[in-house]
Structures are given as C-alpha cells and as structure tokens.
C-alpha cells in the first residue's frame, strides 16, 4: 500500500516507521517533562523543609512572642521610661523575687522582700493631665504577685502608716489607670503627714511644672530603706525610711530630686540623681550620662512656686555623690525586654521560684508541636 503525500509516494513500511519514531518523541518529551517536574516538586519541598528547620533551630522564641502578644513589643509600657529604658537594680540583692509590673500609666518594679515597689515610672505631658477624673479610691491587692511576695489589705490595718501612692491617682487620665494606682504594688507605708502634706504638695509641684511649663516629665518615685533594723506592719510589709521622687525634663535638661524622711517631721530636701542612686542601689535614668546625673536644679515644693514662662533655675554640681554605673546593651535590652514583651496590666516577673522564665519556657507548646509534624510530613513525602 502507497500513501500520497508532498514529497511523492510513502510504502507502508515508510510510514510505520516514521509512527513509531514519532511516538518514541512524544513519550521522550513527555519523560523529559515530568522529570523536570520532579526536580522543581522536590526543589520546593527541600525548600518548605530548610525553612521549618530554620524555624524550629531559630524563630521559635521569635513566633512565641508573636502568639502570645499580638506584637514583638508593647511601647505604651516602654513609653513610661525615658527613651524606652527602664531603671536597673545595680544592687544584686534587689534583683531577689522582683516582678517587673506594667500598668495603665505607670510601671512598677515590686519587690516580694519589702512588699512594696522599689520603683514607680512615669512619663507625664500636658494632654495627658489635661483631662481630669473624680477620685475614687479602690484600693486592691495585686494578684499578678505570688501570694507569698504579696502585700495585702489587711497588712496596713491599724498600722498607723497610710497606704501612701508612689504613681498618684492625679496623675491618671481614665478609670483604668486610676483603677491600677489603687494595687497595693504602687504602695508604701507612709508616715500621715509625710503622705497628705509633704508627698501631696511636691506631686501638685509635679504637675504644675508639666501643666504650666508645657513640658514633658519623667519621673521616678519610690521608698529608700537605710539600716540594719527595719519596721514592719502587717505580714512583713517593711516601712520605708525615706521615699524619694527624681524627675528630669528632656526639654531643658532640668533634672532633680526630692527626698523625704518617712515621718511626721514635714522635712524634705532636693537632691541630686546621683545622690538617690548612691543610697539606693539602682541606675534610675540608665539613658543619662553622670555629668548630667550631677546638676541638680530648685525644684518648687508646691504648685504655687512654679511660674508659668520660668524656668527652673540652677542649684549646684553634685561631685562628691557616688553615681550608678553605666549598663551595657545587653543589659538594656534584658531589662527593656522585661516590660516591653508583656501586654498592660500583664506581669511577667519572676516564678512561683522567684526566677525569671526563660524564652525556651515560655514558648507556647502548639508551636513546637506545629513545627515538628511540618518536618515529619515533609520527610514522609520525600520517602
């Protein structure tokens, strides 16, 4: 049999051989495809497999901290500190059964030795105290804090020494941050006098240099405890010898602070930043240099003292106050991490065992559960 075509006359046998190197093409082209498919299919799965691992050696702490804040860092916390760096216990034996507190306003460093903060942290301005809310006290015991570590209401009953507030209610701006400036971890004993009279009129002198000056203020407000034989009331609940409060002005480099003996003696002095931190133990504006830590400006002890349009005027240079020394990074970013990876009102502090929990503990276990049947599954397809 002859086929007509182009080119003349095909036999059949012309043609039967030219159908069969046809098909041997197409079964070699269609070899060729899925072996290239193959190669892409397996590229990609080496890929998902490079990435889960990488996740699993590297991005665990990472992708714990974005399940369990919604965000790598809370900036309302951080913001309460001047240029987002919290103060820092210098002294080791402060660092025992602390809880890093971040408030609605303020943020504390509570201490379960004393049962009481340590420090208060503020960042004040003008918008903030313009709104004004009715005072209603509640005051409540802090339940973020171990039971054990916990001051409580019945600590300061008949104790004769007031629940005195480090971060004041005036200060707060919603009924959130009110509610919080009633926790007993933003309290101290305080001496009647001290607290309603002294600590009263130098907290409105805060204010009125915020308000009238049009500025903003950090501020740092805490106990001083000096000597070997402490007083307590209630469950252990140690009375401050002194409460202290520093502020400083970014604006015009102002900077101070107020001391206060924890009596009835209406006494009070300004000091400099590096005189505090010599008594207390602590870097209470790590961001600031020690030259800056030595000025030290008049403060007004009331609002009426401070004039609108007049600024603080220069007092002395503090040589002989023995400053806090320098942190490093790594510490500033220990301590930034403390505050910054909780939510507000959400402590983070130390255990049942008074340790801080480490990143690996305290990744969520669905996220190593998720990470390691994505590698099972993987190394199962490959098979």
């Known amino acids: ?55 699993m050696a590297f991005g665990q702490e990472k992708i714990s901290q974005w399940a369990t804040n919604g965000t790598s860092t809370n900036t309302a916390c951080l913001n309460q500190f001047y240029r987002d760096v919290p103060p820092y216990l210098a002294k080791a034996s402060l660092q025992k059964d602390s809880y890093p507190l971040c408030f609605n306003g303020f943020n504390v460093m509570y201490s379960g030795v004393s049962k009481t903060p340590l420090w208060v942290a503020e960042y004040l301005n003008p918008k903030r105290l313009a709104t004004k809310i009715k005072r209603e006290d509640n005051f409540h015991e802090e339940t973020r804090v171990p039971e054990r570590h916990r001051a409580l209401l019945s600590d300061y009953r008949a104790s004769g020494y007031d629940r005195g507030h480090m971060a004041p209610n005036a200060d707060m701006g919603d009924t959130s941050a009110q509610y919080d400036s009633f926790s007993l971890a933003n309290m101290v004993p305080q001496a009647p006098k001290n607290n309603q009279q002294v600590w009263r009129e130098l907290e409105e002198a805060t204010r009125a240099i915020v308000s009238k000056h049009k500025q ?34 970014p604006k015009t480099g102002a900077i101070g602070a107020y001391y206060a003996p924890n009596n009835n003696s209406l006494q009070i002095k300004v000091v400099s930043v590096c005189y505090l931190e010599e008594q207390l133990g ?62 507000t009102g959400t402590a983070t502090g130390s255990d049942e065992n008074g340790s801080s929990p480490s990143p690996e503990n305290a990744a969520p276990s669905w996220i190593k559960q998720l990470l390691t049947m994505l590698l099972q599954f993987l190394l199962q397809f490959l098979k």
Not at 223 to 244: D, E, H, N, R, W
Not at 292 to 320: F, I, M
Request: charged share 20%; hydrophobic share 40%.
């Open 282 to 343: 602590m870097n209470l504006f790590p961001q600031l240099t020690e030259e800056q830590k030595r000025n030290t400006y008049k403060l007004p002890l009331n609002a009426t003292a401070v004039k609108a349009g007049k600024k603080l005027e220069y007092s002395h240079w503090d040589a002989e106050s023995q400053c806090a020394e320098d942190i490093g990074s790594e510490q500033i970013k220990q301590t930034q991490q403390q505050f910054g990876q909780q939510k």
């Open 216 to 249: 903003d203020v950090y501020v740092v407000t805490g106990p001083i405890f000096s000597g070997k034989k402490l007083k307590t009331i209630g469950q252990g609940v140690i009375v401050p010898t002194a409460v202290y409060k520093a502020i400083y002005l």
């Open 1 to 55: 049999m002859n086929i007509q075509c182009a080119g003349g006359l095909l036999s059949s046998k012309k043609v039967g051989v030219i159908v069969v190197e046809m098909a041997k093409n197409k079964r070699s082209k269609s070899f060729l495809w899925s072996q290239k498919a193959n190669q892409n299919g397996m590229k990609i799965l080496l890929g998902l497999l490079a990435t889960g691992s990488f996740a």
